[in-house]
């Protein structure tokens, strides 16, 4: 995990404060305020000028993972981040990015806005955990913009979920692009709100989204996925929900929006329950039925 | 030392509300191995079910013993850990779970494994074959360190070859062992190669009969079939 050694983190930063920026060879890294200031071309990105949050620029190949680490171990601390990751054409990199608290009870609102600029040829394998506490409050909303022949592979993965989660990302695939999303939740007590969104702009684009969602102990989840295909490209959404307790509840709304004749896209969605049988066969095997529930929603997350 | 492991007294099983097993006693020593024959829909694989505590099944009345100990009420998991183990006939299953990561939880001792090597990385069940599904079965069941192993239809959907690889398993890992096996079988194949102690037959949710001589009884049923058991004059009595 990305924490276990923070001084090869290249940014990061606990509640407000910067802890540490790494900066190496063929990456720049800098707060989203300095690079507002340092870097007038970050500005179109940003949008406005932000107030905290990472700019990393990978402008050269390296051979190690990017990794950022954001934290709130303090109560009631309100981030209000924007963050911009920019890959320069023909790099190819893998990014490990953790947002969490520290403890269970710091009622922490994690607000997140981010940008990931894929140019032209290049590749970002982007894995993003979340682990937060029960009464935090956390909203990301990522887009990713993918340049011609680049490729994207998402793996989110929330197993400690908040109060309430809003999670939203919008990926924009241009020509012969390519976008493989995998969100894994695991919903504990928790209200998610997802929306994810693959926009197919260019010919030969590619867009997958895959879907694990779990719900316990009176969750409420809902997923809205849509893909809209506005140029011959394919498209596929699979969304699968697992219920563990009576009180918990999944709705799942995959959209196809088809704008051009050559674009082929689809959907499948499906919520169950545990298998009733594969619990008995489990506890059979010596596992209590708590042990056994956890192997099997384990094993869900993982299908 | 209680002389018997497994004891069930009178038992009476639901299952879909509907009653299966209608008073059902039955008796195993240590060591032994034993077999219960009956034609499909005998309530064989319930009462296994139910001996292991499936919760599936609804005890109506009735008591089993294990080693003395009253177990009815226990979870299948505490009765695993007295040593109570099932090979199921159609194990169910399990996505996203290698074998090997199951082991890793309910392993109680190491075992060689030379047959099912190439399933330990597979998801439990997943798109097994019958004969991939018993060895995966054998596997899990040997590493529980079990007293008991009720091994339930345990040559039904294998070739000739499969029942004697997996017969030969159960004889070396098991028999020789003096671990205690109940065969559940509905046509005897197996029995040839594993030559139970005792054989019973059941019919319609009840135990009909007791016999030393699996072959007599083998016999009897092919010349009779299982509809005649009540009348059969070798076995009655």
């Given at each position: 995990m990305v924490t276990k050694n923070v001084e090869n983190v290249h940014f990061w930063q606990v509640n407000h404060k910067i802890k540490n920026i790494l900066e190496v060879r063929g990456i720049t890294v800098l707060s989203s305020p300095k690079a507002w200031q340092e870097l007038k071309w970050t500005r179109k990105f940003f949008e406005k000028e932000p107030k905290e949050g990472y700019f990393v620029w990978v402008r050269k190949q390296i051979d190690f993972p990017l990794?950022?680490?954001?934290?709130?171990?303090?109560p009631k601390i309100f981030q209000n981040l924007t963050n911009l990751l920019v890959i320069e054409k023909g790099i190819k990199t893998r990014a490990n990015v953790l947002c969490n608290a520290t403890q269970n009870q710091l009622c922490g609102?994690?607000?997140a806005k981010g940008k990931l600029i894929l140019k032209e040829n290049s590749y970002l394998e982007y894995n993003h955990f979340h682990k937060w506490g029960k009464k935090d409050l956390v909203s990301p909303d990522y887009e990713f913009i993918l340049k011609e022949n680049s490729h994207l592979i998402y793996n989110y993965k929330?197993?400690?979920?908040?109060?309430?989660?809003?999670?939203?990302?919008?990926i924009y695939n241009n020509k012969e692009s390519s976008s493989n999303l995998n969100f894994i939740i695991s919903a504990l007590n928790s209200k998610i709100e997802l929306k994810d969104t693959v926009f197919l702009k260019g010919k030969n684009s590619r867009g997958i989204i895959k879907l694990r969602l779990v719900g316990k102990e009176n969750s409420q989840i809902r997923a809205k996925t849509a893909i809209f295909a506005r140029a011959p490209g394919r498209g596929h959404l699979d969304c699968q929900g697992l219920l563990i307790d009576k009180g918990s509840k999944i709705s799942l709304i995959p959209e196809l929006f088809c704008e051009h004749k050559e674009a082929q896209i689809t959907h499948e969605a499906s919520i169950g329950k545990i298998d009733e049988e594969a619990l008995g066969y489990l506890r059979m095997r010596g596992l209590t039925e708590k042990e056994a529930i956890d192997l099997m929603v384990t094993g869900f997350l993982k299908t | 030392m209680n002389k018997f492991?497994?004891?069930?007294?009178n038992l009476i099983v639901k299952g879909n509300e509907k009653e299966i097993l209608k008073g059902i006693n039955f008796q195993m020593e240590r060591g032994e191995v034993r077999a219960i024959l009956g034609p499909n829909a005998s309530g064989k694989s319930t009462l296994a079910h139910a001996i292991l505590g499936n919760p599936k099944y609804k005890i109506i009345k009735g008591k089993i013993f294990f080693e003395g100990e009253k177990i009815t009420n226990f979870p299948p998991e505490k009765r695993v850990d007295l040593g109570i183990t099932l090979v199921w006939q159609s194990p169910p299953a399990i996505k996203g779970v290698k074998l090997s990561q199951l082991l890793g939880k309910i392993s109680r001792k190491k075992i060689k494994i030379k047959e099912g090597k190439e399933l330990l990385e597979r998801e439990i069940n997943l798109d097994f074959s019958g004969g991939e599904k018993k060895v995966s079965e054998l596997i899990q069941v040997l590493s529980l360190k079990p007293k008991l192993v009720i091994l339930d239809e345990i040559d039904s959907g294998l070739d000739i070859k499969k029942v004697e690889m997996v017969a030969e398993t159960i004889k070396k890992e098991l028999v020789d062992k003096k671990v205690s096996v109940l065969i559940i079988t509905h046509w005897g194949q197996i029995l040839g190669?594993?030559?139970?102690?005792f054989v019973n037959v059941m019919i319609n949710g009840e135990i009909i009969c007791q016999e030393k001589d699996y072959k007599k009884v083998l016999k009897t049923i092919k010349k009779y079939g299982y509809e005649k058991c009540r009348e059969?004059?070798?076995l009655a009595g």
């Amino acid at each position: 995990m990305v924490t276990k050694n923070v001084e090869n983190v290249h940014f990061w930063q606990v509640n407000h404060k910067i802890k540490n920026i790494l900066e190496v060879r063929g990456i720049t890294v800098l707060s989203s305020p300095k690079a507002w200031q340092e870097l007038k071309w970050t500005r179109k990105f940003f949008e406005k000028e932000p107030k905290e949050g990472y700019f990393v620029w990978v402008r050269k190949q390296i051979d190690f993972p990017l990794t950022t680490c954001i934290s709130i171990a303090s109560p009631k601390i309100f981030q209000n981040l924007t963050n911009l990751l920019v890959i320069e054409k023909g790099i190819k990199t893998r990014a490990n990015v953790l947002c969490n608290a520290t403890q269970n009870q710091l009622c922490g609102t994690h607000k997140a806005k981010g940008k990931l600029i894929l140019k032209e040829n290049s590749y970002l394998e982007y894995n993003h955990f979340h682990k937060w506490g029960k009464k935090d409050l956390v909203s990301p909303d990522y887009e990713f913009i993918l340049k011609e022949n680049s490729h994207l592979i998402y793996n989110y993965k929330s197993l400690f979920s908040p109060k309430t989660l809003n999670l939203k990302t919008t990926i924009y695939n241009n020509k012969e692009s390519s976008s493989n999303l995998n969100f894994i939740i695991s919903a504990l007590n928790s209200k998610i709100e997802l929306k994810d969104t693959v926009f197919l702009k260019g010919k030969n684009s590619r867009g997958i989204i895959k879907l694990r969602l779990v719900g316990k102990e009176n969750s409420q989840i809902r997923a809205k996925t849509a893909i809209f295909a506005r140029a011959p490209g394919r498209g596929h959404l699979d969304c699968q929900g697992l219920l563990i307790d009576k009180g918990s509840k999944i709705s799942l709304i995959p959209e196809l929006f088809c704008e051009h004749k050559e674009a082929q896209i689809t959907h499948e969605a499906s919520i169950g329950k545990i298998d009733e049988e594969a619990l008995g066969y489990l506890r059979m095997r010596g596992l209590t039925e708590k042990e056994a529930i956890d192997l099997m929603v384990t094993g869900f997350l993982k299908t | 030392m209680n002389k018997f492991l497994l004891k069930i007294q009178n038992l009476i099983v639901k299952g879909n509300e509907k009653e299966i097993l209608k008073g059902i006693n039955f008796q195993m020593e240590r060591g032994e191995v034993r077999a219960i024959l009956g034609p499909n829909a005998s309530g064989k694989s319930t009462l296994a079910h139910a001996i292991l505590g499936n919760p599936k099944y609804k005890i109506i009345k009735g008591k089993i013993f294990f080693e003395g100990e009253k177990i009815t009420n226990f979870p299948p998991e505490k009765r695993v850990d007295l040593g109570i183990t099932l090979v199921w006939q159609s194990p169910p299953a399990i996505k996203g779970v290698k074998l090997s990561q199951l082991l890793g939880k309910i392993s109680r001792k190491k075992i060689k494994i030379k047959e099912g090597k190439e399933l330990l990385e597979r998801e439990i069940n997943l798109d097994f074959s019958g004969g991939e599904k018993k060895v995966s079965e054998l596997i899990q069941v040997l590493s529980l360190k079990p007293k008991l192993v009720i091994l339930d239809e345990i040559d039904s959907g294998l070739d000739i070859k499969k029942v004697e690889m997996v017969a030969e398993t159960i004889k070396k890992e098991l028999v020789d062992k003096k671990v205690s096996v109940l065969i559940i079988t509905h046509w005897g194949q197996i029995l040839g190669y594993l030559k139970p102690d005792f054989v019973n037959v059941m019919i319609n949710g009840e135990i009909i009969c007791q016999e030393k001589d699996y072959k007599k009884v083998l016999k009897t049923i092919k010349k009779y079939g299982y509809e005649k058991c009540r009348e059969c004059p070798f076995l009655a009595g």
